[in-house]
């Protein structure tokens, strides 16, 4: 059974840090893309960042590229999401995301197959 789960959301002022985990169980997270999406409510869910599994390259949406970093560990089978200099408009339900297309990773969510529960960032001060 394919699984994943999200933690380390939470309350942040604005300009502080968070990290995000996505625990991968079902499936080895060195096979698949990876992506992280958010949503706020009444709004469409929206790619953030993706890790490719065909030669772990990493891509951004504009609004957070140069403050968010995306990394696996592969012996953990787990995919991280660092947030820095956090702003407002980041606060969302962060979900990741697993896709066993193999070629480059999209930000779309019709990629992906399989979704974790989300995790809710609030960036406010």
């Known amino acids: 059974q394919v699984l994943l789960v999200e933690s380390g959301g939470g309350l942040v002022t604005p300009g502080g840090s968070l990290r995000l985990t996505c625990i991968a169980s079902?499936?080895?997270?060195?096979?698949?893309?990876i992506g992280w999406f958010r949503q706020v409510p009444g709004k469409e869910r929206e790619g953030v960042s993706c890790?490719?599994?065909?030669?772990?390259?990493?891509y951004y949406a504009d609004s957070v590229n140069g403050r968010f970093t995306v990394s696996k560990d592969n012996a953990k089978n787990t995919v991280y999401l660092q947030m820095n200099n956090l702003k407002p408009e980041d606060t969302a339900v962060y979900y990741c995301?697993?896709?066993?297309?193999?070629?480059?990773?999209?930000?779309?969510?019709?990629?992906?197959?399989?979704w974790g529960q989300g995790t809710q960032v609030t960036v406010s001060s």
């Open positions: 995301a697993a896709s066993s297309r193999f070629r480059r990773c999209v930000l779309w969510t019709g990629e992906y197959a399989y």
């Open positions: 890790i490719s599994s065909s030669d772990g390259r990493t």
């Open positions: 079902g499936f080895t997270v060195h096979y698949y893309n």
